[in-house]
């Protein structure tokens, strides 16, 4: 069974809920839960400008009061991230530091929590993102900046 172990929860409902009769069930939000995480990528385009392949991508995270029982399980948190990028691998590897540096990646994301109703609660961001893929032995690593 999965789970995570979150020592601060957000609590926005709990004052709330201590208005209306609910006592009896307990802390709506626990710090036992389960993490969830569904990502893919694919290629969209191949090639561009002769070099790059147009990738797109999506994540989305959740954090699920799964052994909440009291509450029927809520989702606590849930986000959401389309990206997409371009992708550049090398016709020859670059040495650096011991590896080397066999492509790398230029993006874009968007990072929400899909709220729209609680300002309080709403949260998102786009950002430019650059990573590089090195390889060392038979081990593959991604540095993102």
Not at 115 to 123: A, F, N, T, V
């Amino acid at each position: 069974m999965p789970f995570s172990y979150n020592d601060n929860p957000n609590d926005i409902y709990d004052g709330i809920l201590s208005q209306t009769n609910t006592q009896d069930r307990g802390s709506f939000n626990r710090n036992l839960e389960a993490e969830i995480q569904v990502s893919f990528a694919f290629s969209v385009a191949n090639k561009l400008f002769s070099k790059f392949d147009l990738m797109a991508a999506y994540t989305h995270e959740a954090w699920w009061q799964l052994y909440n029982s009291d509450w029927s399980k809520p989702f606590r948190e849930t986000n959401y991230s389309p990206e997409l990028f371009l992708r550049h691998l090398l016709d020859r590897p670059i040495s650096f530091l011991g590896g080397k540096i066999v492509g790398y990646d230029v993006g874009y994301i968007h990072q929400s929590n899909g709220q729209i109703q609680q300002p309080l609660r709403r949260r998102g961001y786009c950002r430019v993102w650059r990573a590089y893929a090195s390889g060392v032995g038979g081990s593959c690593f991604f540095a993102t900046i």
